[in-house]
């Protein structure tokens, strides 16, 4: 099973999380979250990420491309074949990490909670205009 972890600015971590137990039952303790904010030890917190990383496999997930969460991040995953990290998490991505973690390598699992990432990112609006747009 691909080990997780999320890493986010400010409460969103444990918010997702929680949200994701109730749409997918699943064993919150299986995930580990951190929390970025102004207070926080880096090197601490570097320590802490490290000690929690499964060399077997990991995903770990990340709120924004370049912020502190994804570059402390890609620093430790750097040299570490099965750890992979993917940046924009949102809740869709969460929901297709848990469901696939115990059948997906972490590669594969992080290709498929990218695509699934990207295909939950739309407008609806225009979706539904063009749905009408095209009956008439």
């Given amino acids: 099973m691909v080990k997780i972890i999320l890493i986010t600015h400010g409460d969103m971590a444990g918010a997702m999380l929680d949200t994701a137990s109730k749409i ?50 890609a620093e430790i995953a750097h040299d570490m ?7 924009g998490l949102n809740l869709n991505m969460l929901l297709t990490a848990i469901s696939y973690r ?12 990218s695509q699934d990432g990207v295909k939950s990112i739309l407008n609806v609006t225009e979706k539904l205009n063009e749905h009408n747009n095209g009956k008439n």
């Fill in 24 to 73: 997918c039952p699943f064993e919150k303790e299986s995930v580990d979250i951190f929390t970025v904010s102004g207070k926080v030890n880096l090197k601490e917190m570097s320590l802490q990420l490290k000690d929690k990383i499964d060399l077997a496999g990991t995903l770990i997930m990340v709120d924004v491309f370049g912020g502190t969460s994804c570059n402390l991040s």
């Fill in 81 to 87: 074949e099965n750890v992979n990290v993917i940046c």
């Fill in 102 to 113: 115990d059948k997906l390598s972490a590669s594969d699992l992080a290709k498929k909670v």
